[in-house]
């Protein structure tokens, strides 16, 4: 087959209900059938599979799509390996590239899987000294069993001899970074090593990373990078822990082999390791598969934490949560879990540093808060953190800069919108004198848009339902009044029209929402957040109506409205 047909055969041989029939138990419904999903806990059924239009929709959870997509989804899988996995089951071809070169990738992967099964043998055998220093680390024959663990004996040739013996040239030995070569002489390149096997998610061993027994160096070798190994795309452990990941909904990202061995071992499941590098893109949208919640729990001394502070950074930047947490017992989590146990150490997660808080604490660190000019300059960084933020996230964290700095929290937002002029107030009320008056941020900002520029009032106008408040609407009427008879808006006329409990929000939003010139890019961003809501809103209830009707027809034409409305969602989400 050529291109993507298979993409095609899988949709025409796959019957959607035998697929998900395996997992989910279905029950016909009119033309449909029904089950629990399997993607979030429910009592009443709401998963609804179309054999005529070969497609799922939870009405719960709002999950949909094709065959494809719900192995996807099931197993935790990327789009090609679903396909793989679905083009073995249902015996059709899919290609990757000429014949010979998918002949020479599996090569690779094989010539792995038995080095692999070298190694792991090796450490079984009796007084194996890659055995005795696994257990005296704490890890049990089971877990070494689990990782697939093995051990590089000293000899110079063990393994090259035995691959040889398997009918696998030194060329690919080579390739694969599993022996050396000195002159004309081939030898191994692991040596008295713990080897602990990388696996992808599809299974395939594609590397090794080796730890030394004894004092010798490197402490850590890793595999070279080969047509099957790329460090910035793969985590080791990700193939035992992506379903924990994905059912805990946070993934815990440790510095080193031991630390993820030792952590599943005592029962933190959700856990992974990058390879001996910084944290990359590639990795961050490897995790964003299976959560958006991500723990770093890296290594307590300066080396762990700006290492935290890069990997942040990258999982903030590919739209993942991350927070960090040192260990405050012990240099590593392989040492802390093992003294304190993993009720000791879910705490420590549950106490996680969100992402903002982390790099403030870190700015507070680097800075001498006792004099001026460091107070200045961590203003002006943690401005810089800020700015990453939402505008509900950045004024929850106005006030803990005011309060660390002891810099008005005026200030800090004249800093963040660049302006260097002083905000006019009206009266002397403090921000603990105004009440609450249910105002959303969307509607402070476009309320600030109008008072800066008349000229939004047709586009405001136009999603006046977006005023929810009994005080969003009476200060978007007062508007609206001094629009119609003026066609303008003078604060003072306004301020005449509205009650106590107004006037006080009208005079924190001129105060301190701060648009900063940039009324355009607010009003869309608000006007794609208003119709994100009335779009969810329609979709809920599509669900209430499918769970009145047994129209088939009826059902079908509001499942499209529903697969549509979830693309429109996702659109305006990116």
Not at 194 to 206: A, D, E, L, Q, Y
Not at 225 to 246: H, P
């Amino acid at each position: 087959m050529a291109g993507t047909g298979f993409v095609d055969e899988i949709k025409d041989k796959c019957n959607i209900v035998d697929v998900i029939g395996r997992v989910v138990s279905l029950k016909r419904a009119g033309s449909n059938y029904k089950g629990i999903c399997p993607f979030h806990k429910e009592k009443t059924p709401s998963f609804v599979v179309s054999e005529q239009k070969q497609i799922f929709t939870c009405f719960g959870c709002g999950a949909t799509g094709n065959v494809i997509s719900f192995v996807e989804k099931y197993y935790n899988l990327d789009f090609m390996d679903a396909c793989y996995k679905l083009g073995e089951e249902y015996g059709i071809e899919i290609r990757r590239g000429s014949p010979r070169d998918r002949e020479r990738i599996e090569r690779l992967y094989e010539t792995n899987r038995i080095a692999a099964r070298y190694f792991f043998d090796n450490i079984r055998k009796p007084g194996s000294p890659g055995l005795a220093y696994m257990i005296s680390r704490g890890i049990s024959v089971d877990t070494i069993k689990k990782f697939g663990i093995g051990y590089a004996d000293e000899s110079w040739d063990g393994l090259l001899n035995h691959m040889k013996s398997r009918g696998i040239d030194e060329g690919i030995l080579m390739s694969l970074g599993l022996v050396s070569k000195s002159g004309d002489r081939y030898y191994d390149k692991f040596r008295n090593r713990v080897m602990f096997p990388i696996i992808n998610s599809r299974g395939k061993v594609i590397g090794f990373g080796g730890r030394i027994l004894g004092d010798g160096m490197p402490k850590y070798l890793n595999s070279p990078e080969s047509e099957v190994f790329l460090k910035k795309n793969n985590l080791y452990g990700i193939n035992l822990t992506r379903s924990d990941m994905a059912s805990k909904d946070q993934a815990i990202l440790v510095e080193g082999y031991m630390d993820v061995v030792s952590l599943y071992q005592a029962g933190v499941t959700n856990v992974s390791a990058s390879l001996g590098t910084a944290l990359t893109d590639n990795q961050a949208k490897l995790i964003s598969r299976y959560t958006k919640n991500v723990v770093l729990s890296y290594d307590s001394d300066q080396a762990g934490r700006n290492a935290a502070l890069r990997g942040i950074d990258i999982l903030h930047s590919q739209g993942l949560k991350p927070k960090v947490l040192h260990v405050t017992d012990g240099k590593d989590p392989d040492e802390f879990i093992k003294k304190h146990g993993k009720l000791a150490f879910d705490e420590l997660v549950d106490k996680a540093a969100y992402y903002a808080d982390y790099k403030i604490d870190s700015l507070v660190r680097r800075f001498d808060l006792e004099k001026t000019d460091g107070r200045i300059d961590f203003i002006k960084e943690a401005v810089k953190v800020l700015n990453t933020l939402g505008p509900a996230e950045r004024d929850l964290y106005i006030g803990k800069l005011s309060e660390l700095s002891g810099v008005s929290e005026g200030a800090i937002r004249l800093e963040l919108s660049g302006r260097k002029d002083v905000p006019q107030t009206h009266g002397q009320r403090h921000d603990a004198e105004i009440k609450d008056t249910g105002l959303t941020p969307v509607e402070k900002n476009l309320i600030k848009i109008l008072i800066n520029d008349k000229s939004y009032f047709n586009e405001i106008n136009d999603n006046c339902d977006a005023f929810k408040s009994i005080t969003g609407k009476n200060i978007f009427d007062g508007i609206a009044a001094l629009i119609t008879e003026y066609d303008e808006i003078n604060t003072d006329r306004l301020r005449d029209l509205l009650d106590e409990t107004s006037l006080a929000a009208l005079d924190d939003i001129s105060e301190n929402v701060i648009i900063g010139g940039k009324e355009k890019e607010v009003l869309d961003d608000c006007i794609n957040r208003i119709r994100i809501q009335k779009l969810q809103n329609r979709y809920s209830q599509i669900s209430s109506i499918l769970d009145l009707t047994d129209d088939s027809e009826k059902i079908r034409e509001l499942m499209m409205e529903q697969m549509e409305i979830q693309k429109e969602l996702q659109r305006r989400r990116h």
